[in-house]
């Protein structure tokens, strides 16, 4: 005995609606997990961290310039800030060391930002190699030794420049807010490119010269975190209150 099915044209058409509400339903999901997992890792690998589970990292990237600096570290001392992370690159602390000192006398932590400030995925291994140590070299000479962080200079990464990191001893640092102060958009733009950090967030914020509204940023920065409840707290901190998961980078 033959058995039809005899579906009419409405109810196809309500059946492939359902099936792509749901395909796109399980496509959010999977890529809101993504956007909350704190770390990028290889297969089996190195790990660069880019989030923790609580509290809040302040980080300060310094390529390059003579006149930003300070002004931002007058800044957080007036806001009696004690925590915060300083990338510095090994070209810029050898040429400010006293700079790179009250940094280190007022408490703050310091990461390497390199030494050249190159991209590191378009370098051939050795020469990553050979500008994580001149960096290491050059700090070492500032008497400043236990470094364990490294921020690619211009925030990309690969396998590669993971696995060479972990070989010198260094976990990679991103970050997961950026307040894009860099470009200059305007201290309310760069309080509002913060304003959405939340527990466990690293924001990328900038200390070289091209950074020229940021210092005047911070209290308005400040004054959010704050409203939030938030704790400042080192990059170091931050890894270590609590665990992280990985995904997968090719």
Do not use: C
Not at 17 to 40: E, K
Not at 121 to 145: M, Q, W, Y
Request: aromatic letters at 10%; zero cysteines.
């Amino acid at each position: 005995m033959n058995i039809f099915f005899v579906l009419d044209g409405k109810s196809v058409k309500q059946i492939f609606l359902v099936v792509i509400a749901a395909f796109f339903t399980a496509m959010f999901l999977f890529m809101s997990n993504l956007s909350l997992s704190p770390v990028f890792s290889t297969k089996d690998g190195p790990k660069a961290v880019y989030r923790g589970e609580k509290d809040i990292a302040l980080t300060f990237n310094i390529g390059w310039g003579d006149e930003k600096a300070e002004p931002i570290l007058d800044a957080l001392k007036k806001e009696n800030v004690k925590s915060a992370t300083f990338f510095l690159a090994g070209s810029w602390a050898e040429r400010h060391p006293d700079i790179v000192n009250r940094i280190v006398k007022e408490g703050f932590e310091i990461g390497i930002l390199g030494y050249a400030y190159e991209d590191y995925t378009e370098l051939e291994d050795v020469n990553i190699g050979k500008d994580i140590a001149k960096a290491k070299e050059a700090f070492s000479k500032l008497n400043i030794k236990e470094i364990k962080l490294l921020r690619a200079p211009t925030g990309h990464f690969d396998e590669r420049s993971l696995k060479i990191a972990e070989r010198y001893g260094y976990t990679v640092v991103h970050w997961s807010v950026d307040s894009k102060d860099w470009t200059n958009p305007g201290v309310n733009q760069i309080i509002t490119n913060v304003k959405k950090a939340d527990k466990g967030d690293i924001v990328l914020l900038h200390a070289s010269d091209s950074a020229k509204q940021t210092a005047k940023a911070v209290p308005g920065i400040l004054h959010e975190l704050q409203n939030k409840g938030l704790k400042l707290v080192t990059v170091s901190e931050l890894i270590a209150n609590g665990e992280v998961e990985s995904k997968e980078i090719k």
